[in-house]
């Protein structure tokens, strides 16, 4: 309907606006920029989520944040507002296990993460490490010789979000994949959070480090790659010119969408506003120009009045 | 005179060895892999070294170990029976260094590295912060809400090989590479030194993962970047053609020597083997067959009896 032209549908009349909301059966949505921000909910984004249930629709949330399960996005989905269920939640931690299970995986997972990871290995019976601090307590010398314990039956290694990344779980990663027949997976890529006055470096770049020292790429379970809606697109009622992927981060959301052949929507309240898809616009990047949404809107909410 | 054809030494007649000898007036090697292995010296590699200077041949070390000072350098060379001297000396913590004085920064250094950095940088007077584990203590919230504390007067960052690499760290060099102005150095970007039964991640693994979370890229001081030999390069009885680059490593060691126009040989003592040539020249990667050495040897040692 406004394929690629990144239209700003609050300045569009309002019957183009129903039109628009009539032309999407199944909905799939970011959390974290697009739903809520942290622990607080983004203005009217719950209204609009449940109001597009409320109009017959099929509603997803699908997150690249692989440090809960799906229980505790549940949970906090509840809590702001949003009316969820858990069948409803896709999440990278709960794809990462759910690839393994059907794979009939019978090792042990090295998990670079956090217990978001390790709870959906948990919920479908597979064996894995700790996670928390791993640092190195000595040298460098006595780490390689002394301290240096590979755990035996070691099949997968799981590389997600996590906030006690270190060296020597970099080694160990390493060291593990060094045996070709381990898999590598790979929750996310997503780069960075950026914050005022500082960044949080997000689970694409410890990926990155593991890869490099490694000599491995990873399967990567999350947006933008389409593995992350794979078992949702068997629904032979989900069309996928009938879906509508709303994102606040282009090259992970958006290009989701571009992917799988939805409809896409970009909301301001997270990563790329507007004057990032002008300048994708302006230039000569046709990668960059992938990213392009179809519609935008400052906020979700802002859809509220048209319903 | 056997350009790009990986010729082993020890199968020619002893006179083409000696006019191949006779080929080159400086000499460039590499330390870890072709000198010395840790704290043993490869067998007959300080014959050979040494033996070179008595022909009359400039010798000098290029090392991308960012963990020593030129001095700490030349204690170990010594030690292990190197005729050497601090000026021969190229490592990426001194050129680092240079390349900050050369400038004339007078801002502070973030390091992400050891002690081989930061002496080096007060050896030129240049203020820094300090090394060693920088670890979560608390939760992540705990962490960017009140203990994620960024110093004032950063001018660069320099990332060396750190066995205590953090996520704090790469937090703190992500968000001062935020400003546009800070510089942001890599000392070299060797993936890993694999071991019999692990993997030890090099300088590049870690340096990857603050390129993707500042989303910059450094600039990088080692091989196989000629600008790690600019300053010899202006002396001018050094002459490319005449010069022997000496390396186990093909990627950072052969490929700085072909950057620059130099002579190279592999010494099979380190990272790649003549197998890992061989595969080269039978596939279709141009950018592998940069790496295929003129001239190769099982040990720089198996020199020695023909000189």
């Not at 183009?16 to 942290?38: M, R």
């Not at 299970?101 to 956090?114: A, C, I, Q, T």
């Not at 019976?125 to 590979?150: A, C, E, M, R, W």
Request: charged fraction near 25%; hydrophobic fraction near 35%.
């Amino acid at each position: 309907m406004y394929k690629k032209s990144a239209t700003d549908l609050t300045k569009l009349p309002a019957e183009k606006v129903k039109n628009w909301i009539n032309s999407f059966d199944t909905v799939l949505a970011d959390c974290d920029g697009v739903l809520w921000i942290y622990n607080d909910a983004i203005e009217g984004s719950a209204n609009v989520i449940n109001k597009f249930k409320g109009l017959g629709k099929k509603v997803y949330f699908v997150t690249n944040n692989s440090t809960k399960t799906r229980p505790e996005f549940l949970e906090k989905a509840l809590r702001l507002g949003f009316n969820m269920t858990q069948d409803e939640i896709i999440s990278t931690a709960y794809v990462a296990a759910q690839y393994l299970k059907n794979r009939n995986f019978d090792k042990k997972v090295y998990v670079v993460g956090s217990t978001g990871i390790t709870k959906e290995l948990d919920a479908v019976g597979i064996q894995h490490t700790g996670v928390g601090p791993d640092v190195l307590q000595t040298s460098l010398h006595h780490f390689v010789n002394h301290d240096f314990k590979l755990e035996d039956g070691i099949g997968a290694v799981i590389v997600g979000f996590d906030e006690h990344f270190s060296f020597p779980k970099m080694a160990k990663a390493a060291s593990y994949l060094n045996d070709p027949n381990c898999l590598f997976i790979g929750t996310n890529t997503d780069e960075r959070f950026p914050m005022p006055g500082y960044v949080v470096p997000g689970s694409g770049s410890i990926l990155r480090s593991v890869e490099v020292c490694s000599e491995r790429k990873a399967v990567v379970m999350g947006k933008p790659n389409p593995f992350v809606c794979e078992e949702l697109l068997k629904d032979p009622t989900i069309k996928p010119e009938r879906t509508l992927m709303i994102g606040d981060r282009c090259n992970t959301d958006i290009l989701l969408g571009v992917n799988c052949g939805f409809q896409t929507l970009l909301v301001g309240t997270g990563i790329h506003k507007m004057n990032d898809v002008e300048s994708w616009r302006a230039g000569d990047d046709e990668e960059l120009k992938k990213l392009i949404p179809d519609v935008y809107l400052p906020k979700l909410g802002d859809l509220y009045s048209h319903m």
